[in-house]
């Protein structure tokens, strides 16, 4: 009677924690490996393009990519930029102040916008912007029954509306970070020169001592990398969705967090091994 009574009982708090983080291990490895299978897909058809010229992926389709992808958000780039640029120069006013070295707010804001949040920053806006786009129109077109109907006609939906995608997220995500990172320090040059009384030579001059060709090579590495994070979780999700309208809604959120914490955490990895090489 005692045993029945106990296997009627719901696991305890430790039973049902296991539980809960084994089922999001499974998710994170599931999600791991479909991202790995498909830019493996992904990088055979763009070597493929790349060495047989009867094989192609689709030019126009790029082209139309970065323009939906980056032109239409190169203007929230600019602004979220420029605000970055702003709230730096003012936040590290006081504390400068207070040894009298104002003038090294340009060393500051040349590393942190060159470095990290230039491209962090243009990742974050794109996935918002164009992530949750891709994943919506891929999965519409699943549950439309459109893949099907491309594999139907011999036509690999990698190849035709993946890679385009991949590519065109890429390139633009690159170009986005050079424009964020120019238009951070412009505005932040701006604040600090015209509000807080810096010279303008001491700050351009103190700003080409800071920066090295390395800062600007971390930035752009980051930013290739992180435009292949998006894209592929994108449309990793987009391919997967199931259960129809509320299958992509269900698509679309789950790429905007998923790819935010991949950037992040792929950030943190391009750091420590830059720091291990010495470009610091």
Known sequence: MADELDASRPPGLFIRLLAALGDMLMRILSLIGGVAYLLNDVIRWFLRA??????????????????????????????????????LALQMQPPLADFGQEDKIANIVGVAVFRELGPLVAAIVLTGFAGAAIAAELG???????????????????????????????VCLVLLTVIGVLTAVFFAALMTVGILGVPLNVYVQNSLDQLVIHDFLTGLIKAGAFGLILASIACYNG????????????????????????????????????????WT
Request: glycine fraction near 10%; hydrophobic fraction near 55%.
């Open 50 to 87: 790349v060495t047989r010229r009867n094989t192609r992926f689709g030019r126009t389709a790029v082209v139309t990519q970065m323009v939906r992808i980056g032109v239409r958000s190169t203007g929230i780039v600019v602004l979220v930029s420029a605000c970055i640029g702003f709230i």
């Open 239 to 278: 391919l997967k969705v199931t259960g129809g309208a509320a299958g992509v809604g269900r698509a679309t959120t789950s790429t905007v967090v998923q790819t935010i914490v991949a950037v992040i955490i792929a950030d943190l990895a391009f750091t420590a091994v830059f720091y291990s090489i010495g």
């Open 140 to 170: 519409t077109m699943v549950v439309g029954e459109e893949i099907e109907a491309l594999e139907a006609h011999a036509l690999n939906p990698i190849r035709f509306l993946v890679l385009p995608r991949v590519i065109a997220t890429i």
